[in-house]
């Protein structure tokens, strides 16, 4: 019993050594969840179900953001909400914002919008860099780095988990890949210019996008061109998404041969938190495209 106890009092201090770490969204806050592994786990602010470009922190999640060892995030240019939070902490807290890296992968948005004709614009790049799962993997080397320099005494530990992560990652890509191959001529439009990376990495056809990149209200002149190329009948499905209301979409595809997919979720707010969900969230995309592209309707 007493050698028990002290196995357990040895955990416990083991653990109280773990930083304290926040994250952003539910995909950022898997990896980190991956890679902490047994040691802890991160908090996670977003909260299910919510926009990643519009939320509000609650005073405790404020507090939250002030006490953490060590913040990871995507960026400003995807969760403006977060940006006035770090900027109001002080110490020798650390901040991991993973868009900044030199080594992380970025496109500009519209990337294939055929449908309105647009044109990336000048320092108008994709923030939603996550779906790229080369991306992911490369992070969970960034993120053991860090916590390492944070808690080198388990600096083993981040490392193998991280190790472990990217097998994971690579897993999810297979299963996705697989779905995807037969389905990626056929083409497609999405709620809003999130998927530019996902579309990229697994060769697909994207016809464009309802919403830009921020997912704000689309114009009546972007919504004439859209309903005009749905009328062609060369685009197969249409895919609403999860944090958005579906009524535009079913006015747009309203007598035309355009087949409504589900919901998208491109941060995986709709998923259970924590280290299984970005891999899910790779497959439940990959999923969902296939669920109406591959149906011949």
């Known amino acids: 019993m007493r050698h028990l106890l002290a196995l357990l009092l040895t955990t416990s201090a083991a653990m109280a050594e773990v930083p304290r770490v926040v994250t952003d969204i539910p995909a950022v806050h898997s990896i980190v969840d991956m890679v902490m592994g047994s040691l802890g786990s991160p908090e996670l602010l977003l909260a299910p179900g919510a926009d990643e470009h519009d939320f509000q922190l609650k005073p405790s999640q404020m507090e939250s953001v002030a006490s953490a060892d060590l913040v990871v995030w995507v960026g400003p240019e995807l969760t403006p909400w977060l940006d006035a939070a770090l900027e109001a902490r002080g110490g020798e807290s650390s901040i991991l914002t993973l868009f900044d890296d030199v080594g992380t992968y970025k496109i500009n948005y519209f990337v294939g919008d055929s449908v309105t004709g647009d044109t990336p614009a000048e320092g108008t790049i994709d923030p939603h860099v996550w779906l790229d799962p080369s991306t992911a993997a490369y992070w969970t080397d960034l993120i053991a780095a860090e916590l390492s320099r944070l808690d080198p005494e388990h600096a083993k530990l981040y490392d193998a988990h991280a190790v472990i992560a ?16 037969p389905i990626k001529d056929r083409p497609f ?19 464009g996008t309802i919403a830009l990149g921020d997912a704000a209200t689309p114009g009546a002149l972007r919504l004439s061109k859209l309903r005009a190329t749905l009328e062609e009948g060369s685009v197969t499905c249409v ?42 969230l790779i497959v439940a995309i990959a999923t969902t495209l296939a669920g109406c592209l591959s149906d011949p309707g």
């Open 239 to 280: 895919f609403p998404e999860a944090q958005h209301n579906a009524g535009l979409i079913d006015q747009l595809v309203d007598g035309t041969s355009v087949k409504i997919g589900a919901a998208l979720d491109p941060v995986g707010s709709t998923l259970q938190p924590g280290p299984r969900a970005y891999p899910e």
């Open 189 to 207: 439009v999405t709620f809003h210019d999130a998927y530019g990376y996902y579309i990229t990495y697994f060769g697909l056809t994207s016809a």
């Open 166 to 181: 990217r097998s994971r990652i690579a897993t999810a890509e297979a299963e996705a890949k697989a779905l995807l191959d």
